[in-house]
């Protein structure tokens, strides 16, 4: 028996077949006249020796060895599309594609993009925002920018980049009538679901006890994005307990300010992700230079704050 491999353009004319089930819709995707691709397949079972099509009227469907050549077509050109993208992302020095959640894209990344430019005038910057876990391979992706507690970074280049901590958050307008943690039972309370898998748990109930107060109003907005709270709170519409990596422009540029020292940390944070020995290339190092350097910002929020983790949070009693 031969195992010499037919042409290329035979398999590749057969798997866009095999997709589509359609010779039409294939010699479209593949460019080439239905005849010509039909010539293709034709060669395919002229070199296999048996047909892996029958052609039916106006249809067509696989034949037994069809189905059995099918799946190890479609996997083989997969695998070498994914192969053919890596090396040219490789090759290109001049794009870096990103994935960060919306919230840190909208209110962190996004807004420093010009000075990112202005320092790398040769280097592309490209955001891809979304809390889907992306494959740095299959979604031509280069850097992650996660939240969380590092779970599941086995294998790629991670490196924490901001500390969380919250604290409550307003305008300076709403702030005037804030003299001490208990005034908070008199204002609206803005709440964020983005927060509610961490343990432990880091809502206004965990504030609260830190604080010596018994439970919050109930009530009061929910927003699933944090990004939504924050801008609830810039339009005076309350107060939020407000993530540091989130609401840091708007604290240092004055829009927002924190009435209280007190601050919640948690064990979660943020780091930058990318293939083990990518983060030496030129331009992703660029990148994750000039991450490390803007990060640098929020040292400046930690003076004056007293930090509590929210497990010992957890074990402190509100007001008896």
Known sequence: MNDRLPPLTALRAFDAAARHMSFQKAAEELNVTPA???????????????SVFRRLNRAVELTEAGRMLAPG???????????WRTTRRAADNSVVTVTAGPAITAKWLAPR???????????????????RLLDFLRDDVDVAIRFGLGQGDDG???????REWLTPMTTPEVARSLKSPEDLLSVTLLHQDDTAFLRPSVQWPTWFRAAGLDAPPSG????????????????????????VSLAA???LEGRLVMP????????????????????????IKAF???????????????????????????????VS
């Open 113 to 131: 993009l010009f000075a990112f430019a202005t320092a790398h005038p040769d280097i592309e910057l490209r955001f891809t925002a979304t809390l």
């Open 260 to 283: 209280f020292d007190l601050s919640i940390t948690t064990e979660a944070h943020y780091r930058l992700l990318c293939p083990a020995g990518a983060e030496t290339r030129p331009h």
């Open 288 to 318: 994750l230079d000039w991450i490390e350097g803007e990060v640098a910002e929020f040292q400046k929020l930690d003076i004056g704050r007293r930090f509590i983790t929210a497990a010992e949070a957890e074990t402190m009693s509100g």
């Open 73 to 83: 077509t479609r996997d083989a050109f997969a695998a070498l599309s994914a192969a």
């Open 36 to 50: 010509a691709l039909s010539f293709q397949i034709k060669s395919l079972e002229e070199h296999l020796g048996a």
């Open 249 to 251: 422009r708007d604290l």
């Open 220 to 243: 009061g907005p929910r927003f699933s994005q944090a990004d939504h709270a924050i801008d609830s709170a810039l339009t005076g519409g309350g107060v939020i307990l407000g993530r």
């Open 156 to 162: 790629l280049f991670s490196k924490p980049i901001i």
